[in-house]
């Protein structure tokens, strides 16, 4: 025992032997062997071999290092020659499997391009504005009696206000979006042109001053300065005008005309502030004299450009005495405070987190993606690094004989790297293929809602990092079987006796394990997401939202018309149900308003969401009467509006079961009224927010959207049904419809395309796993020929052969997934964070997401052994 432990650990001298040059190596082992001896006898055994393991430690330094062999032959171009000879007789000589590298490294590098492509469109957004790194956008919190809001808008007049007090600001410009659908004609040579456009904005004549956009048609200096000009993107001067000069054309948006002049390429895709037509701001008057009470009315997007190396806190400490000068006065009366939000243009996109902002970004699914890429290109690599190492007993004989005719380890240690980044690079050439054919041949662009554009001419950056990542992959897949090949025993491979040691085995099932660990790691995680998503797509909302169909009321004189519209609508049996809203319920339904209501301590201010309705809104939409009752058909009196509040409403209030009847007003006392129903909470929101207090009143207006509730029976009669209906009540107005159930929905469609999107490299990552273990149970069967023919004259049936070749990968599989459960169920909680209503994490997923695996496995692994199997057991024992 005691000489046992006098002996040196032998890894200690394979470390030595790897880094320190050939010439110097004998001399410096028989040095470390003989102090190593003296220091047991004076030490210890223990002892000695820390003082071993720190003596080779320090031999790994420059001095040591640059006298080694290793640089000079890669700077030699014959040298280099040598090397991409030796890799193209390696990559010819075993065809199979150089193929299974190449696919696998190729379609690692492909999904790098594509998520290099995706980072590098959402990390660019807003960034090709001229000014991006100058401009800011004011948002406000805003706090009075009841009401706590943080929201991206501000109030018109601020914008006025700023540039007067604070002169260092360089430019400011106001944008209106109201986010209704705006019909917009033109009548030209081709005829009437009629369509309802979202995407219209209305700004300050100093909004080419701060966002530059390329101009096809018109002047930035000009085209906003004077009243009624519009300016329009060249899909929308297409659109109307075709082939005609848009300048100076007219367009009616809404009831007025407006004249066309400017036309600008089509917005990025990746700027968070989009539009199609773009009007000179009809609200701002220069000089106009304004309240206290109109800076506490957020309804503006307001950005300001400032100077280099502005400090945002400059204009904090500033804004206090401009608070007092034109806020002061009004926050007397509501108990008000008011605090400006400074947000870097760049940042908005992943990083705001206000409310009435523009669709947004989640930086988490960037995080997801990144980390899911890195992790699919490490796939690839592990297979090469397992495909290599297995297949070294066949390459150690070749490394031996290199070694006999004066290679040495250095040398052949480049051999094995240059093999490897040889077949990456092909492999990237592959990979660029595969990207270009992704890209511009099938519907992915579609799936995942971008516009990716892949062209290395206008985009070198690109292809830069791409050539950088496929070194890398080449280097990291390489670098193992390149010390592992090139520190083969001489003798035992030239006797063709090598075999892979346990530490190696060991090693390669380690790869294994962690291979299939992220595979069942993205294929969780994507049915997790799925589950969710089902789930809020699903969900009993509290309210019917399916064959509801919804049209938007263009103006006063089709509102004028509503009330005719509906009777003759309702005539038609397979309509149940006509009503309208002044908003359609979804991500942005009913803003949030200030009220009193009548509490126990006397009549009380709060802030509510709200939504005016007409008749019938409670019936149509399905809403379920718990207290009272619903609206009275007729016309509304002036002084008693009636409200209709959810649960949410009436809990906060502590009114309890007594709700009906409770006085309720608007916040200057118009809208006065009486609570006469309380209904079921339903989510008039996405299911990412809990349910809000929620006053629904009823007013005599009949604009904003007809609901129209269809018994769902002959769908397209009915439609068309309507639509002749329409042409009669709406005449000159187009029949441009929705259903609420899909606009409603649409609110997930980004959770919808990430989930796709990682549904596919989910089944990527699985083929990458399967590629290596192909080559893997090819190679494993090839090996253990004799002992199958053996176990075969013993009486083994295939069965036994199969479950001889596959037991070791299964069990390694069941690893896998017992190693990913906490990692992936932390994953899924913190992504489901985002949303208020959740689906439960079911541990039975973990089971049935590993006997898939389990089944992949088999197949993969069966379909190899299975002919070593059903070989004849003589042919066999002939092997070797």
């Known amino acids: ?72 032959p890669l700077n030699s171009y014959p040298m280099l020659r040598y090397h991409l000879k030796f890799a193209t007789r390696a990559f010819l000589k075993d065809k199979f499997f150089s193929t299974l590298n190449i696919l696998g490294l190729a379609l690692g590098i492909a999904v790098g391009v594509v998520l290099l492509l995706i980072l590098q469109s959402d990390l660019s957004y807003d960034k090709h504005y001229a000014l991006h790194d100058r401009i800011y956008r004011v948002g406000c919190h805003q706090q009075q009696t009841g009401l706590d809001i943080r929201w991206a808008r501000s109030a018109m007049n601020l914008g006025m206000v700023l540039k007067t007090e604070m002169p260092e600001i360089e430019e400011v410009v106001r944008i209106n979006r109201d986010g209704s659908r705006i019909l917009v004609k033109h009548e030209g040579r081709d005829g009437l042109k009629e369509f309802y456009e979202e995407g219209i904005i209305d700004a300050d004549t100093t909004y080419f001053k701060v966002f ?149 970004g989640n930086i988490a699914y960037l995080y997801g993606f990144g980390a899911t890429g890195i992790l699919i290109m490490l796939m690839a690599c592990i297979n090469y690094m397992n495909l290599s190492t297995a297949k070294s007993t066949r390459r150690a004989t070749e490394i031996a004989i290199k070694k006999l005719v004066g290679s040495n380890r250095q040398l052949l240690a480049i051999s094995i790297l240059v093999e490897s980044v040889f077949l990456s690079l092909i492999s990237l050439l592959l990979a660029l293929v595969m990207v270009y054919g992704v890209l511009n041949f099938t519907s992915f662009d579609q799936l995942i809602g971008k516009n990716l554009v892949f062209d290395p001419f206008q985009n070198p950056g690109l292809m830069v990092v791409s050539l950088a990542v496929a070194l890398c992959i080449g280097l990291l897949s390489g670098l193992y079987p390149a010390i592992f090949l090139s520190t083969s025993p001489l003798l035992t491979a030239l006797k063709g006796k090598f075999k892979t040691s346990p530490s190696n085995r060991l090693f390669r099932k380690v790869l294994i394990t962690t291979q299939f660990a992220i595979s069942i790691l993205v294929i969780v995680c994507t049915w997790f997401m799925g589950d969710q998503i089902e789930f809020i797509s699903n969900k009993a909302l509290g309210f019917n939202k399916d064959n509801i169909l919804v049209l938007p009321i263009p103006d006063s004189a089709v509102e004028h018309n509503i009330p005719a519209l509906k009777n003759a609508l309702l005539q038609n049996p397979r309509i149940a149900g006509v009503t309208t809203g002044g908003t359609v319920v979804g991500a942005n339904a009913g803003g949030a308003m200030n009220f009193w209501a009548e509490t126990s301590s006397g009549m009380k201010q709060s802030g509510y969401a709200v939504i005016f309705v007409g008749e019938d809104y409670v019936k149509t939409m399905g809403l379920k009467i718990l207290e009272g009752r619903d609206f009275k058909a007729g016309p509304v009196a002036d002084d008693e509006t009636p409200y209709i509040v959810n649960e949410t409403a009436a809990k906060r209030l502590g009114w309890g079961a007594h709700a009906v009847g409770k006085a309720m007003k608007f916040f200057h006392g118009d809208i006065p009224g009486h609570v006469v129903g309380v209904v079921e909470d339903f989510n008039f929101k996405s299911l990412r927010n809990a349910v809000e207090p929620l006053l629904i009143i009823r007013t005599n207006s009949e604009s904003g959207y007809l609901h129209i509730k269809l018994s769902g029976e002959e769908l397209s009669q009915t439609i068309s049904d309507i639509q002749a209906k329409w042409t009669q009540h709406a005449p000159g107005h187009p029949f441009d419809f929705f259903f609420l159930d899909q606009r409603f929905n649409e609110q997930y469609n980004d959770d919808v395309r990430q989930h796709k999107l990682l549904s596919i490299l989910s089944g990527i990552s699985i083929f990458i796993s399967l590629l290596g273990l192909i080559g893997l149970s090819a190679f494993a069967a090839t090996q253990r020929v004799k002992e199958i023919g053996v176990r075969k004259v013993l009486g083994a049936n295939i069965p036994d052969i199969l479950f001889l070749l596959s037991k070791d990968i299964l069990l390694l599989v069941v690893l896998s997934a017992v190693l990913v459960i906490p990692v992936s169920w932390w994953v899924m909680t913190q992504w489901m964070e985002n949303f208020a209503y959740k689906t439960q994490l079911d541990y039975l997923l973990y089971i049935a997401v590993t006997v898939m695996a389990l089944i992949l496995v088999f197949l993969t692994i069966g379909f190899q052994s299975f002919k070593s199997a059903r070989a004849n057991p003589v042919d066999s024992l002939k092997y070797e």
């Open 212 to 360: 530059d956009h390329p101009f096809v048609y018109g002047d930035p200096k000009t085209c906003l300065q004077t009243a009624n000009a519009v300016v329009v993107t060249e899909t929308i001067a297409h659109k109307y005008f075709g082939s005609e000069d848009p300048l100076g054309q007219s367009l009616v948006i809404g009831s007025d005309s407006w004249i066309v002049t400017g036309v600008i390429r089509d917005l990025p895709e990746n700027t968070h502030l989009k539009f199609d037509l773009l009007m000179s701001n009809r609200n701002f008057v220069e000089g106009e004299k304004i309240a206290s009470e109109n800076f506490w009315n957020p309804g503006s997007y307001l950005y300001i450009v400032v100077p280099k190396n502005y400090e945002p806190q400059t204009f904090h400490a500033k804004f206090p005495a401009l608070f007092d000068k034109y806020f002061k006065a009004f926050s007397v009366e509501v108990d008000g405070r008011y605090s400006p939000i400074l947000e870097p243009l760049t940042e908005i996109h992943f990083h705001s987190d206000l409310d009435q902002d523009e669709p947004r």
């Open 1 to 72: 025992m005691k000489e046992k432990d006098s002996t040196p650990p032998a890894w200690l001298f394979r470390l030595l032997s790897w880094f320190c040059p050939e010439h110097l190596l004998e001399e410096i082992e028989g040095d470390l062997f003989h102090q190593f001896e003296q220091n047991v006898k004076r030490l210890g055994a223990a002892k000695a071999k820390w003082r071993l393991a720190w003596s080779i430690i320090r031999f790994f330094r420059p001095g040591i290092l640059l006298r080694n062999k290793f640089s000079p």
